[in-house]
């Protein structure tokens, strides 16, 4: 696991109309990261950002942007995504049961290899693929639209993810990260459940005190 929590507000919860604000706000809070979640419509039952907005975010912050590729075809868009400023990029295993292929396809444009399961995939399938993740990130809620609930089994699928990445041999070289229904109130169960970065949106960005909210959701 980190050495501390790490988080990262998802772009979804942002105003988009003061977007800029809204980033600096988060990155004077301590924010480790932007989750930046792309959606086709196709793969997931909402549309969502794209390419040009990276880049225009790109442009404007010097936090790491941590894209989440909710598409039937990610692969045809790795070099899009990440010439606009991805700094890591995830794709689903439900898109690529065999994800070794694409996963090598992100690492060989210097970019941290992010691996997604939506919560109706069993962790034993991810058995036997992780040698080339950097980034396994559990989905705690069915992805699509913001502000769902989490899922409460999701504190089982953490914890048994965690065993599995070390009886994998790879304890320390992959994050786990958990996005979906993350708030200030279950923040340390999650941790405690395994996690070692925390995908929040709105638990962030429509703080009264963002910066209180980002020590509490490390558990600080």
């Not at 991810?126 to 769902?148: H, T």
């Not at 994998?168 to 990260?177: N, P, S």
């Not at 993350?182 to 005190?209: H, K, P, Q, W, Y």
């Amino acid at each position: 696991m980190a050495t501390k929590a790490l988080v990262a507000p998802s772009l979804l919860a942002a105003d988009f109309l003061h977007l800029a604000d809204d980033i600096d706000k988060v990155t004077a809070a301590g924010a480790d990261m932007l989750h930046f979640d792309v959606m086709d419509a196709h793969f997931v039952p909402n549309l969502s950002l794209g390419t040009a907005m990276l880049a225009a975010v790109r442009k404007y912050s010097s936090l790491y942007l941590d894209v989440h590729l909710m598409m039937d075809n990610p692969d045809k868009y790795l070099d899009a995504f990440s010439e606009a400023g991805a700094d890591g990029i995830s794709v689903h295993l439900e898109v690529f049961p065999e994800p070794d292929a694409v996963l090598r396809a992100i690492g060989d444009r210097g970019k941290t290899r992010g691996l997604v399961l939506n919560p109706d995939m069993p962790i034993a399938s991810l058995r036997g693929k992780l040698a080339n993740v950097d980034r396994l990130l559990l989905m705690s809620v069915f992805p699509g639209f913001g502000g769902q609930k989490f899922i409460e089994e999701s504190y089982d699928r953490i914890r048994e993810a965690r065993q599995l990445i070390m009886d994998e041999g790879r304890e320390g070289a992959i994050e786990l990260q958990v996005d979906g229904g993350v708030t200030l109130e279950n923040a340390a169960s999650i941790l405690a459940a395994g996690a070692d970065c925390l995908v929040a949106g709105t638990a962030v960005f429509r703080a009264d005190d963002p910066s209180a909210a980002v020590k509490r959701l490390r558990g600080e």
